[in-house]
T-cell receptor, first 115, second 112 residues
Framework: DAGVIQSPRHEVTEMGQEVTLRCKPI?????LFWYRQTMMRGLELLIY????????DSGMPEDRFSAKMPNASFSTLKIQPSEPRDSAVYFC?????????????FGPGTRLTVT | TQLLEQSPQFLSIQEGENLTVYCNSS?????LQWYRQEPGEGPVLLVT?????EVKKLKRLTFQFGDARKDSSLHITAAQPGDTGLYLC????????????FGQGTELSVKP
């Protein structure tokens, strides 16, 4: 079975540019999570969706960040305009919780560098 | 604020040694998970514990959930270089729709 797919794996961009990160969750999973990981702050939850609906976006740093999930098989995280402090590894994870165990399956991540 | 405190943050040991990583909180969790992350990859789920006092074994790894479901430990016996990585604990509360609270991680290095 295919796991969570993220693209691109690496992104280098200049400050002020728009960045779009993409995620395809595991087929059949009904929850999707976007995380950011840095050495200083560890793994931070940015936003998560249940059945394509955003449930909690309290972790989104500021209005420059936005996320969408137009259907059950695709989600995007957009940063506009990007800043050097946005440099991090961004992970997407998906989950199916029939028994309430909330186990999450992570993609390989997108390493973003903003210069 | 729900926090999961992991200790130690860094651990460097020789092959063959035993080690224990701790994950503590003042909050009760409906389940707790352990993940391992290797450089350049996403975290990979190792185990989920659900019942207070539960013990699960995965080869040389032993996971325990505290009786009150507020803490957990991971014990590795006879560590090997392949165990090197970042170990993360994550707790779930039943009323938060699948949201996990992650600890800050324990960076383990096992030297041959």
């Amino acid at each position: 079975d295919a796991g969570v797919i993220q693209s691109p794996r690496h992104e280098v961009t200049e400050m002020g540019q728009e960045v779009t990160l993409r995620c395809k969750p595991i087929s059949g999973h009904n929850s999707l999570f976007w995380y950011r990981q840095t050495m200083m702050r560890g793994l931070e939850l940015l936003i998560y969706f249940n059945n394509n609906v955003p449930i909690d976006d309290s972790g989104m740093p500021e209005d420059r960040f936005s996320a969408k999930m137009p259907n059950a098989s695709f989600s995007t995280l957009k940063i506009q305009p990007s800043e050097p402090r946005d440099s991090a590894v961004y992970f997407c994870a998906s989950s199916l919780n029939p028994l309430g165990f909330y186990e999450q399956y992570f993609g390989p991540g997108t390493r973003l560098t903003v210069t | 604020t729900q926090l999961l405190e992991q200790s130690p943050q860094f651990l460097s040991i020789q092959e063959g040694e035993n080690l224990t990583v701790y994950c503590n909180s003042s909050s009760v969790f409906s389940s707790l998970q352990w993940y391992r992350q290797e450089p350049g990859e996403g975290p990979v789920l190792l185990v989920t514990v659900v019942t207070g006092g539960e013990v699960k074994k995965l080869k040389r790894l032993t996971f325990q959930f505290g009786d009150a479901r507020k803490d957990s430990s991971l014990h590795i016996t006879a560590a090997q270089p392949g165990d090197t990585g970042l170990y993360l604990c994550a707790g779930a509360r039943g009323n938060q729709g699948g949201k996990l609270i992650f600890g800050q991680g324990t960076e383990l290095s096992v030297k041959p």
